[in-house]
């Protein structure tokens, strides 16, 4: 399969579209499938449709949120050191920190790592299901798209893979570790997102909705 580069045209009309790094104004970009528009100032990918797009991200999606509910509910970590043994899960390390002064912790944990890369994983399904399906966007589509937008920067699954990693390799010789099911789901979900979010033209999803609600 050839890939093209295209070289949108600067704004000259009322159809306006803004690169997201750099800010430049273009024309609401053409861009044929399997091509690339680039930004003219920073090179940032403005546009790049591909086809059965909407069912590669759908079944990404689909498959982190199977990844995300086994990496809460599973065994995250087993843990043996001077004849104690402890197994736990993200929901009970969440547990843990639910009361007293460390509320705010848990809060934070239960919202960064859990509740806001699922959330923004259901509003991506509720957009791309019927698109997928050529079909009329559900109601609110637009509104659940660009919460899931919003929530990107505020899902950090990955930052608590690192965290995790780099507290084994610290305690690793204070104690005997295993790895859960759920750490490898975990890390499983941090790939797909970032497979998901590679995937994902935002430009033919906007226009995908303009077009259907027309």
């Known amino acids: 399969?050839?890939?093209?580069?295209?070289?949108?045209?600067?704004?000259?009309?009322n159809a306006l579209y803004a690169c997201p790094v750099c800010d430049t104004l273009y024309n609401e970009p053409e861009v044929p499938e399997n091509s690339i528009a680039l930004c003219h100032r920073c090179g940032h990918v403005i546009a790049a449709p591909r086809s059965d797009a909407f069912a590669r991200v759908l079944a990404l999606a689909m498959t982190s949120a199977v990844l995300m509910t086994a990496a809460i509910f599973f065994p995250f970590i087993d843990l043996q050191a001077g004849g104690?043994?402890?197994r736990t899960s993200i929901l009970d390390?969440?547990?843990?920190f639910s009361s007293g002064l460390m509320v705010p912790l848990a809060v934070v944990v239960a919202l960064l790592i859990v509740l806001i890369p699922f959330l923004r994983l259901l509003a991506i399904i509720y957009t791309l299901l019927p698109l997928m399906r050529d079909r009329k966007p559900y109601a609110h589509a637009k509104a659940a798209f660009r919460l899931a937008e919003?929530?990107?920067p505020w899902s950090m699954a990955e930052i608590f893979i690192?965290?995790?990693?780099?507290?084994?390799?610290?305690?690793?010789?204070?104690?005997?570790?295993?790895?859960?099911?759920?750490?490898?789901?975990?890390?499983?979900?941090?790939?797909?997102?970032?497979?998901q979010d590679t995937s994902m033209c935002r430009h033919t999803i906007w226009n995908s909705l303009e077009a259907t609600d027309q």
Do not use: D
């Open 1 to 13: 399969m050839v890939q093209t580069e295209e070289r949108p045209e600067k704004a000259t009309g």
């Open 84 to 86: 104690i043994h402890n």
């Open 162 to 195: 690192v965290g995790v990693a780099v507290a084994l390799v610290k305690v690793g010789g204070l104690a005997t570790l295993n790895l859960g099911p759920a750490f490898w789901a975990m890390s499983g979900f941090v790939v797909v997102t970032v497979l």
């Open 93 to 96: 390390a969440i547990q843990v």
């Open 150 to 152: 919003r929530l990107r």
